[in-house]
């Protein structure tokens, strides 16, 4: 089977069961990754496998894509409201496990 004609029936698969789950009123977003969980099967790989590079480009599209329509559903005002508890978020999120790491490599000898 060819890589372009499966790729086409895959994301006209993938708008029909965003538009059937819609009326269900689950989000696009979340449909489209179980319909990639779905599909990431051995049986989709195997079809594509000769241009993978290209699959994985287009998927690291697709990622970038997700996270740049939640950063535009963001709510900034909900962001400076809470900005106490947005900070401890990003501090354990960010430089606990920076530091934790840092101190992992250090002692496993991973130094200049």
């Known amino acids: 089977m060819n890589t372009i004609p499966l790729v086409i029936s895959l994301i006209i698969a993938s708008n029909i069961a965003v538009f059937g789950l819609n009326k269900f009123e ?10 990639g969980l779905v599909l990431s099967n051995n049986f989709f790989k195997n079809q594509i496998l000769p241009s993978k590079k ?7 599209l697709g990622i970038i894509a997700i996270m740049f329509v939640i950063g535009l559903k963001m709510d900034t005002k909900r962001i400076t409201i809470n900005s106490r508890d947005t900070y401890i978020l990003a501090f354990y999120c960010f430089i606990v496990p920076f530091v934790c790491g840092f101190i992992v490599f250090k002692l496993l000898g991973f130094s200049n």
């Open 54 to 60: 290209t699959i994985d480009i287009l998927g690291d």
């Open 26 to 35: 689950i989000s696009p977003v979340l449909t489209l990754l179980v319909f």
